[in-house]
């Protein structure tokens, strides 16, 4: 299970395996966002904050911006794999 935005519209989205562990099912709010923003995953405090969300205490994850009403253009990092 994994508790987080993966899909970059300010909703965190929560992922489930089925019973059978043949496929993931993503569940969300019906309600769109009128603001798309690169996904939270990408930044790498919000990252670490899922890692350690869903390891341990359970506790919200928080990007390293502020999100919400009246925020500045948020940034988009240049995150990358080796």
Do not use: C
Not at 3 to 23: F, K, M, Q
């Amino acid at each position: 299970m994994l508790s987080g935005d993966i899909l970059g519209d300010w909703r965190e989205e929560v992922v489930w395996r089925t019973s059978g562990n043949t496929a993931l099912r993503i569940y969300s709010t019906p309600y769109e966002a009128n603001t798309k923003i690169t996904t939270l995953l990408h930044d790498t405090m919000y990252r670490t904050g899922i890692a350690w969300q869903n390891t341990a205490y359970n506790q919200p994850p928080h990007p390293s911006f502020f999100l919400g009403n009246g925020m500045a253009t948020a940034p988009r990092p240049a995150v990358y794999t080796p």
